[in-house]
């Protein structure tokens, strides 16, 4: 079993920048990729960014692109999310995830690659 627990969010003016946490414990061994996704009030669960188990590549979505950053620090079990120049529009739960079972490339984009998520931070942007 995996836990994760993210950290981080708040509430932030547009233009502002917050950086998400999310630790990693209980990992079965090895590593694995690990994702971002958010919801909005009424809304699905959107794509954020994604990065592999070693760091060497990762996936964002086209909303965030240039103003969030995907990291990861193996020795820590974390990884973390900067948002940069945030938007009223970025507002939502934020949720962490971890890929188990070894999707890699476009799947890391989907909900349903992640088999394990974390509990939320709500990051809340006002204009």
């Known amino acids: 079993q995996v836990q994760l627990v993210e950290s981080g969010g708040g509430l932030v003016q547009a233009g502002d920048s917050l950086r998400l946490s999310c630790a990693a414990s209980g990992r079965p061994g090895g590593l694995f990729a690990m994702g971002w996704f958010r919801q909005a009030p009424g809304k699905g669960r959107e794509f954020v960014a994604a990065?592999?188990?070693?760091?060497?590549?990762?996936y964002s979505g086209d909303s965030v692109k240039g103003r969030f950053t995907i990291s990861r620090d193996n020795a820590k079990n974390t990884v973390y999310l900067q948002m940069n120049n945030l938007k009223p529009e970025d507002t939502g739960v934020y949720y962490c995830?971890?890929?188990?079972?070894?999707?890699?490339?476009?799947?890391?984009?989907?909900?349903?690659?992640?088999?394990?998520w974390g509990q939320g931070t709500q990051v809340t942007v006002s204009s």
């Open positions: 990065i592999t188990w070693d760091g060497s590549n990762t």
């Open positions: 995830a971890t890929a188990v079972y070894g999707p890699s490339g476009s799947a890391l984009t989907r909900a349903v690659s992640y088999d394990y």
